[in-house]
């Protein structure tokens, strides 16, 4: 019932027709009361609420010693995790590099690292290389099909163009022989034969 209570308080203070924080403050206020009332935690709404008196009238003496505790609990609580992720941070090997400048371990670490890129890359480059070549020799391939091609294509019209060519002089023949036979009638030797056949 409390938590409840302290719930419904602390969400008319932050509603936005009631507060006059910023929205980035009001926000976050919103934020940790819903964690605290969803997980049961009625401290945390206590802290909260203690919070939004400091901020309303600001650090003083007439908070009251529980709202100083519960401000002094809603601060350790947030320096819980900022602790952890600093030690996390003081085990990565570039923590405090500026004061120590790179020692073997980083060495050893960015040299393995760079190895693995080096390596990666030389594996892609031998398949580019790879592909290019297959590309190349399928464009040489094409190139001699087409060549290919063109030369029958060329040596089909030469045949064309000389079949052409050949009757024209057979018919230069042909009325080369009848221009001879005409000549033969009047030829006087050839008078005996035609004689002979009327």
Not at 178 to 195: E, I, K, T, Y
């Amino acid at each position: 019932m409390r938590l409840k209570t302290c719930y419904r308080t602390l969400a008319k203070r932050l509603h936005p027709d009631h507060s006059d924080w910023e929205e980035s403050i009001r926000e976050k206020r919103w934020h940790e009361i819903q964690d605290a009332y969803q997980n049961g935690d009625y401290e945390g709404l206590l802290r909260v609420e203690a919070i939004c008196d400091m901020d309303e009238t600001g650090l003083s003496v007439d908070l009251g010693l529980a709202r100083l505790r519960d401000l002094a609990a809603y601060h350790q609580s947030h320096l819980l995790p900022l602790r952890n992720a600093l030690s996390a941070a003081k085990q990565d090997i570039a923590f405090g590099f500026s004061k120590k400048g790179p020692t073997a371990r980083i060495k050893d670490v960015v040299t393995s690292e760079l190895r693995e890129k080096c390596f990666d890359l030389n594996e892609m480059l031998e398949y580019l290389v790879d592909s290019v070549r297959g590309i190349r020799s399928h464009v040489d391939a094409q190139i001699r099909e087409v060549a290919i091609q063109s030369e029958r294509a060329k040596r089909r019209t030469e045949k064309r163009q000389a079949r052409r060519a050949k009757p024209v002089k057979k018919r230069k023949d042909a009325s080369n022989s009848s221009g001879q036979a005409s000549n033969s009638a009047n030829d006087p030797r050839m008078s005996f034969f035609l004689v002979m056949l009327e």
